[in-house]
């Protein structure tokens, strides 16, 4: 199967949380990745986390992680019509000279 | 610092035809890849670098060859284009292999007829 899946679509309204999942298979992933990509523009990385941890907040943003069920999720709080864009996941596993595996992204709409 | 820059924006090309990706980067990396991004897909690796005069295969590196003569500058090349090779090509920079944070550039929107 696939190395690392996302759901392809997400669609929420203005101001309620966003919660964009992942899941990947190798557990000898290093860290794990959320990259957004908006329309044609390059990725920009929005944040990480290594696996040992469970949980990493960033002002709008909570990564929460279950190594055991390989799940990682992205929630945005308070989602805006900006944040509206393709979401990545990506993992980097060990002694891959830390080479990233993508998910094939996630498209959030954010509805006002 | 400029971070990753990547010319031309946007190319059309003929089957057979070839032509050269131009990546660079000013924040002194040793660690710079390029990835093509498929509707629909995720990024692929195509080829990396750990440093200058090292490269090495991604997961779909046929088509395209790479060099890396200076830290600054990593190429892509397509010696004959072929339509499969329709996509838009992202170069990315990391400071080592033991550091997080990749940049990515803007990309190359590549259209082979």
């Known amino acids: 199967g696939e190395d690392v899946e996302q759901s392809l679509f997400l669609s929420v309204r203005e101001g309620d949380s966003s919660v964009i999942n992942c899941t990947y298979t190798?557990?000898?992933?290093?860290?794990l990745y959320w990259y957004k990509q908006e329309p044609g523009a390059g990725l920009q990385l929005l944040t990480y986390?290594?696996?040992?941890?469970d949980m990493k907040q960033d002002q709008r943003l909570t990564v929460l992680l279950n190594k055991k069920d390989k799940h990682l999720s992205l929630r945005i709080a308070d989602t805006q019509t900006g944040d509206s864009a393709i979401y990545f996941c990506a993992e980097s596993k060990e002694g891959s000279q830390g080479n990233l595996i993508f998910g094939k992204g996630t498209k959030l709409s954010v509805k006002p | 610092n400029a971070g990753v820059t990547q010319t031309p924006k946007f190319q059309v090309l003929k089957t057979g035809q070839s032509m050269t990706l131009q990546c660079a980067q000013d924040?002194?990396?040793?660690?710079m890849s390029w990835y093509r991004q498929d509707p629909g897909m995720g990024l692929r690796l195509i080829h990396y670098s750990v440093g200058a005069g090292i490269t090495d295969q991604g997961e779909v590196p046929n088509g395209y060859n790479v060099s890396r003569s200076t830290t600054e500058d990593f190429p892509l090349r397509l010696l004959s284009a072929a339509p499969s090779q329709t996509s838009v090509y992202f170069c990315?920079?990391?400071?080592?292999?033991?550091?997080?944070?990749?940049?990515f550039g803007p990309g190359t929107r590549l259209l082979v007829l």
């Open positions: 986390i290594f696996s040992n941890m």
């Open positions: 190798d557990s000898s992933s290093t860290y």
């Open positions: 924040m002194n990396h040793e660690y």
């Open positions: 990315a920079s990391r400071l080592d292999r033991g550091q997080e944070t990749q940049y």
